[in-house]
């Protein structure tokens, strides 16, 4: 069983920026499908990027030119570089991995394993 820990999150004004990390036990991220997610209280768990093993990156719309999704080899993680934060991203964000092929990697469906979430703030 894959187990995921994320860490980097914490409490930032809105416009600044945070780096969320994932780490690993087991295979290599280069083994998995990664992507992060996030749930603001009261709402559903939301995509907001993933990179397959092949490196191949995809956004949601609020992520797209403000976030980045990296894998860094040397340290085994899968990063998520967020700038230009809002108060609007404030949520528990949560890393999944998959080793297997889905029709949508921006579904929660497609993973089976997740970390237990690192709570980012951003104030106005």
């Known amino acids: 069983q894959v187990q995921l820990v994320e860490s980097g999150g914490g409490l930032v004004q809105a416009g600044g920026s945070l780096r969320l990390s994932c780490a690993t036990s087991?295979?290599?991220?280069?083994?998995?499908?990664t992507a992060w997610f996030r749930q603001a209280p009261g709402k559903e768990r939301e995509f907001v990027a993933f990179?397959?093993?092949?490196?191949?990156?995809y956004y949601a719309d609020s992520a797209k030119g403000r976030f980045t999704i990296s894998r860094d080899n040397a340290k085994d993680t899968v990063d998520l570089q967020m700038n230009s934060l809002k108060p609007e991203d404030t949520a528990v964000y949560y890393c999944?991995?998959?080793?297997?092929?889905?029709?949508?990697?921006?579904?929660?469906?497609?993973?089976?394993?997740w970390g237990q979430g690192t709570q980012v703030t951003v104030s106005s």
């Open positions: 999944a991995v998959t080793s297997t092929r889905y029709y949508s990697y921006s579904s929660s469906r497609a993973y089976p394993a």
């Open positions: 990179i397959t093993w092949g490196s191949t990156t």
């Open positions: 087991g295979r290599t991220f280069s083994s998995y499908t």
